[in-house]
């Protein structure tokens, strides 16, 4: 047989064969310096043996070429075939290797494996600059089917594809690089170098160079899923092409517990280097070169394995710009949050060289920060300023501005918000202003034109806002007991930045009266609307509102009441006045379960509204004030010389109008009074409701109903009587009263006029009225008890006189206090 072998040489890489008793003989030529294995697979079910002459065996080894002889018709499917070749690689050995075809074993599975072989000191270098490969796992395939496998002895490096970002691998010695091509794929062989290295201090070194475009590419420990041996190092070099900025992610990874040492990832360039924690972010967004070495430790338990998946991006970015934020100079404590609008944006913000989603400048510090890509519409910025006046002395009184910080032209992003916190000391209050003179207050039906929205929120009320606010309107200023927050924004999302004058004057008051006192000045001819504080949810519970509402005296206003929500009281109740600012004006009063009704007012005033603890709803209203010239004063004299007339009139049919009703009300055994009052104090002017029947029970005041329990006053001729005043008498008696309450009270006491009416028996009663608006002296004087209790209710009940003997009806029930007959 060995006497053909030299024929065989010349017919180099032809196929002969030729069928011996039924099996196969194929005649391999064996490359110079090769080693050619062909082995049985141990998974082969088929005792199938290759026979070299006459002696068969479960595989062969070759180093010259040969025919060999199967005796089974399709060996390529029992048999794998290695082709090995030894590299020796000591002083220097430039060597470009190709792998060799065996077209006599193409059905057969190939490997080509090359065993460098060197001395000791040195290691050698890989070049697969022509190659490229890619790394994939152990169960993964290529697309042209050509795997290459790296590994030493015992550890496999890693398994790759061709046509990836691996240029090069730096190894010790006695390592080897394999490629497998899988039977009947056409070897398609590239070629990779081979040169003695610079000496490492790890495993292997794979050198990957980043393509000049947005790739990403992932990577695995040695022995992936397996372990990553102890005590070893692998290191990745990383060519970042420049403007390119590369992310490291952790996909996966298992740990064990070390003994010894620890596992991590250290990232190095030119001498500086970080070390990071598997379970820690690794290096984002970096520019430049750099080397990863991944370390592992000794183990604790060599059944716990260290394993690692990662995978690297990189993306091309524009320059870095730099900007240096400092906000020393700023009054108080300021605080700049930046952050990027869209985390998926390509913008990238840096402080000290990492990658941040969010920093926050503050006024103690500048820092110099750093951005890629980033677009004015990539960052939001939000300011934060504290102001603090906590000491009683000093600040008090003193006088600030909330302007918009003046913030550096470099700084990208657009301003979102401003909002100053403002501290005051305890029972100070807050007092803002417009510079231009006024505000409005942002409702439905009076939205603000102007784009800054200014909210006011209470610190307190959890964040809860007290209103909005814009420039130009009716609002002078706004006063706020308690610690607030003003919240400057463009209604539609705009940058604030370009802001420069103050949007806001401010100072801090010692105390304050009510809770919330906004001081307004309506323009004539325009209607205002006006809210309670944290409209629409509800007031805060007993706190107490008070719009000073002041105009020229040529005008008279209409007060309307647009949305009330109304609430059920743990104790007390809820209240809405109007009162004169004068002091002898009068009081118009609702109570919680009273209807407000519009009044004209013909000179300033207060509107005051209280709420109670509630234990149901939340009391909300809001208010129109429509400002409207006077009403032609000779009219009203005119009308007042009527009335007198008419009094008399209405003298006689009150009268009989109480004498019915008592007489159908006795029907229904209800108790009741008709009182009238003489002095024409009963006669309130309610304007655009003299058609209305409920205004009918207007004239109808808590004087006369308690007339007999309180003093005469002299302003009560103030009041011009209204012609259609009378109407009273004749309309249908399920009305909601207007009460209305006088100032001075003391004085107003017109004891026993209405006796006449009442009888003695009988305690005086409002006429019929509906239940829950009923009131009777011993409802009333439980309230004004109620209310001396609390003593910080700003509603006007002092004159509500208790009367001796009388019963205490209870508060919380009035439809039972209107059937209780009092004393
Ligand atoms: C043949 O392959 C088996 C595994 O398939 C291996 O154990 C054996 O060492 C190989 N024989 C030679 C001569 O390489
Ligand atoms: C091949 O030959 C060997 C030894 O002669 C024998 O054991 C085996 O069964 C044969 N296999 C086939 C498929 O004929
Ligand atoms: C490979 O196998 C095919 C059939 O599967 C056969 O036609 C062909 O001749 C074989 N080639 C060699 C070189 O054995
Ligand atoms: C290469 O190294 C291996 C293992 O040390 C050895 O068995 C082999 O003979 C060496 N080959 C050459 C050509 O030096
Ligand atoms: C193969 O690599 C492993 C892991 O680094 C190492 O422990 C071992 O000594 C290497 N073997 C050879 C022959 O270099
Ligand atoms: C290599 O990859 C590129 C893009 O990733 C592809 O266009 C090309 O066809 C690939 N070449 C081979 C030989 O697979
Ligand atoms: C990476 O490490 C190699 C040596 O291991 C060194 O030559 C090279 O400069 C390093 N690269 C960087 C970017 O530091
Ligand atoms: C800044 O103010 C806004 C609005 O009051 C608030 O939501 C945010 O929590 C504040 N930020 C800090 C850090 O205080
Ligand atoms: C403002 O807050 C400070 C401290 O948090 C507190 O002492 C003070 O009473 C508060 N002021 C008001 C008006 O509530
Ligand atoms: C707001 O705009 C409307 C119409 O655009 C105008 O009628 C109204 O007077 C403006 N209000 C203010 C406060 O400028
Ligand atoms: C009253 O205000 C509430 C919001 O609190 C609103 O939902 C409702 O529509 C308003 N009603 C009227 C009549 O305006
Ligand atoms: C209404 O509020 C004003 C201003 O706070 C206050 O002077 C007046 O006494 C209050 N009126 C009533 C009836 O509480």
Redesign the pocket.
Known sequence: MWSWGLSLVLLCGVLQWSSVSGGLVLTVHVHSGATV?I?????AVSKCEVCIGKSCQ??V?LQNSADVEFNCTEPENLF?V?IVRYIVCTESCDRNITPEQYPSLQNFSRTFTWIINGSDENSFSLDFTKTGLRQIRATESCPDKHVYTVSNSTTSIGRFCRNGTIKGMEMNFESSVSLQVPGQEQLEPTTFGVSVGNGITVLAMIKVSLPAEESSQEFFSPNYPGNFPDFNSIRWSFNVPPKYYASVRILDFTEPRCLRDDTHLKYERDGKMVVKKLSDAQLSEHQGSFNLTFRSCLRRNLNSVLSLHFKISAIKRGAEARCTVDLTREEGLLELHIRKSKPTSACILKLSSLIQDTVTVTSEKALTLAFIDCREEDLLLNINQTIACQQQKGCVSSKFSLRVPVLEKCLPGFLQQVSWHLNTPQDGAVELMSPTGSLQQSLPGQTCNSSILLTVTEHEQQGMAVGQFCPQGPIRSVQIQSNITVTASHADGRDLKQITYPLLEGSILESLKERYIINVMPKKDSSVLLATPAWPAGMKPQSTVSWIVSFPSQFEANVEFTNISQVSCANRHTSIEVQKQSSRGETYSWRMDEKPKSVVMEESFYLNMSNCKSVKGSFSVVSQITLLKRKNKSLTIALSVVSVLLLLVVIAFAVVCVINRRKKKQQNSHPEVSVYNPNGHAFLPVPKTTEDDEHIYHCIDDTMVYGHLLKHGEEVNDFEPAVDSYQVFTGPTEVQPLTEHRENTDKIQEVGVYRPFTGPQNAPEVPERSPRQGRNPAHAEQQGADKKISGDDKIVEDQVRTTPGLKIAPLADPEEDDSETPL
């Open positions: 294995l082995n049985r697979t141990q998974t479960s595989s080894t794998t290695e």
